[in-house]
């Protein structure tokens, strides 16, 4: 391959993904503010603040592709200067990151309450955002790509990614261990839990791949920009994760709404508590039969460990 090609090929064909992603993140959005009544204002906030931020994350991202491939046919020498869009896309991205695994890290706390794992998981991400800040000051006062080749800026980039992979391996751990712990002996809460234990770990395996996957190709192709791509599509995918969690929750939260009716008897799975009404078709004669139907016919409020909230 040529220069050009080593230098930029793997870039472009990333920009491609993103786009991809992005437009997945649209849809799974529109989908979300369509049907997000029941959410906290702070949540509804918390969407809109991300979509927007992913937009011009987007916006940015384009920038980038017309300076290192259509300004660069005119002007070579363009591939070799960072331009301003490079460190204002990290920082876009950073931005990101904090609100989305800030709010995987609350969603762990609501579930576990468990201090030490908090505060430890609280301190990886700190770590994790402090090193990429340093990353994105290096690559803005660096002017161009061949000056970032310094073995600082090699172990920042390499301990960020650490980071993030084991912030998410994490917070993915936590997460299935503690659905698996609070699982209620409720057939249907069981289901929904089964399947918010699933997307977890699929959500979790794929992030961490993608960020392994990353770490490699810097340390294998360094004098490429292919895993500048990766990091681009990297943050649009867990953009793509959040609200994918978010419509599943919609979805669930559904579920658990319905009655399940099982022979004569109704259960209604409404805020995670089940009402048993028992209905005694039978007509019986005698004062004791009809204290025993009224009796019956009061709800027993069965409570479960999984509110709706919880979802």
């Given at each position: ?76 020498l363009n591939l070799f200067v960072i331009d301003w869009s490079v460190p204002t896309s990290i920082i876009l991205e950073i931005v990101l990151e904090v ?10 706390w609501t579930f576990s309450k468990n201090i030490p794992l908090a505060i430890g998981t609280v301190l990886v991400f700190l770590a994790q955002t402090g ?49 698996r712990r609070n699982r209620s002996m409720v057939q249907r809460t069981r289901g929904v839990l089964s399947w918010l234990i699933l997307y977890y770990v ?110």
């Amino acid at each position: 391959m040529t220069f050009v090609e080593t230098l930029i090929g793997g870039y472009i064909i990333c920009f491609a993904i993103g786009c991809i992603f992005y437009g997945i993140t649209i849809a799974q959005a529109y989908a979300y503010f369509s049907s997000c009544e029941r959410d906290a204002a702070w949540m509804k906030w918390l969407a809109a603040a991300v979509i927007f931020l992913e937009t011009v994350h987007s916006a940015v991202y384009l920038r980038q592709m017309y300076v290192y491939s259509v300004l660069a046919l005119s002007n070579p020498l363009n591939l070799f200067v960072i331009d301003w869009s490079v460190p204002t896309s990290i920082i876009l991205e950073i931005v990101l990151e904090v609100m989305i695994y800030g709010f995987y890290i609350h969603r762990m706390w609501t579930f576990s309450k468990n201090i030490p794992l908090a505060i430890g998981t609280v301190l990886v991400f700190l770590a994790q955002t402090g090193t990429l800040l340093f990353c994105t000051a290096k690559i803005t006062t660096a002017k161009t790509w061949i000056n970032l080749e310094n073995p600082v800026t090699k172990s920042a980039v390499l301990a960020s990614l650490s980071f993030i992979i084991a912030l998410t391996i994490t917070i993915s751990v936590v997460m299935v261990y503690y659905l698996r712990r609070n699982r209620s002996m409720v057939q249907r809460t069981r289901g929904v839990l089964s399947w918010l234990i699933l997307y977890y770990v699929n959500s979790g395996v794929i992030l961490a791949t993608i960020a392994i996957v990353i770490l490699i190709t810097y340390l294998v192709a360094p004098n490429s920009l292919l895993y500048g791509g990766f990091i681009q599509a990297f943050g649009k995918l867990v953009a793509n994760s959040f609200f994918g969690l978010l419509n599943s929750r919609q979805i669930l939260r559904d579920k658990m709404a319905k009655p399940v009716v099982i022979g004569t008897n109704v259960f209604s799975t409404s805020l995670g508590s089940f009402a048993l009404r028992m209905e005694n078709s039978s007509s019986s004669a005698g004062r004791e039969s009809v204290s025993r139907q009224t009796k019956l016919s009061k709800p027993v409020v069965m409570k479960d460990s999984t509110s709706r909230e919880d979802v």
